[in-house]
């Protein structure tokens, strides 16, 4: 079992619609995660941090269950320039090891 | 400011042969990591440095080496490369490599081996 796992993609969604992306992690000794952006062919770009309180960026939301080892990225109204990949991220201490999952595709259509 | 920068973006190797990648983190930043992505994967952790000390080694063969620099930059060195050793490999830089800064990659070289 991976470490980081994340619903297998792709989505394909209209232009507007709200998409819902999951992910959990296996080490309760994580301690801090991340939502990442990657683009074809580009290197991956922090989209935002998560926090146990949850923490909202204009039209993104994320949460983060630590008792279920959960955590959530919430997409509103997307956008044509949404469609990318979208990585889970967690630093389970011990410095900058990231631990990555395997990424969901979406793909926001006209 | 300038980026992370890595060096150089393509490469194509034969198997057998060794090669060296190289990265300058952002200015100011004192920590690199080095991370393997293959097609359909996320990225994977491979080595951190800082302050020129190794700090963190991933799941990866002896073959895979690194360094860091006195002005912070690092190489990758791989030797007897692999048609597996095919892949994205992607520097990211911090300002000390702690849990909670964030880590910023550069474009990544793009290794094929033959």
């Not at chain 1, 296996?26 to 309180?53: G, H, I, T």
């Not at chain 2, 973006?9 to 057998?16: E, F, Y």
């Not at chain 2, 880590?103 to 290794?111: E, H, I, W």
């Amino acid at each position: 079992r991976k470490e980081v796992e994340q619903d297998p993609g792709p989505f394909n969604v209209p232009e507007g619609a709200t998409v819902a992306f999951n992910c959990t992690y296996s080490n309760s000794a994580s301690q801090s995660f991340f939502w990442y952006r990657q683009d074809c062919r580009k290197e991956p770009k922090l989209l935002m941090s998560v926090y146990s309180s949850g923490n909202e960026d204009g039209r993104f939301t994320a949460q983060l269950n630590r008792a279920s080892q959960y955590i959530s990225l919430l997409i509103r109204d997307s956008k044509l320039s949404d469609s990318a990949t979208y990585l889970c991220v967690v630093n389970r201490g011990g410095g900058g090891k990231l631990i990555f999952g395997q990424g969901t595709e979406l793909s926001v259509k006209p | 400011d300038a980026g992370v920068t890595q060096s150089p973006t393509h490469l194509i190797k034969t198997r057998g042969q060794q090669v060296t990648l190289r990265c300058s983190p952002i200015s100011g930043h004192k920590s690199v990591s080095w991370y393997q992505q293959v097609l359909g994967q996320g990225p994977q952790f491979i080595f951190q440095y800082y302050e020129k000390e190794e700090r963190g080694r991933g799941n990866f063969p002896d073959r895979f080496s690194a360094r860091q620099f006195p002005n912070y930059s690092s190489e990758l060195n791989v030797n007897a490369l692999l048609l597996g050793d095919s892949a994205l490999y992607l520097c990211a830089s911090s300002f000390q490599g702690q849990v909670q800064e964030t880590q910023y990659f550069g474009p990544g070289t793009r290794l094929l081996v033959l």
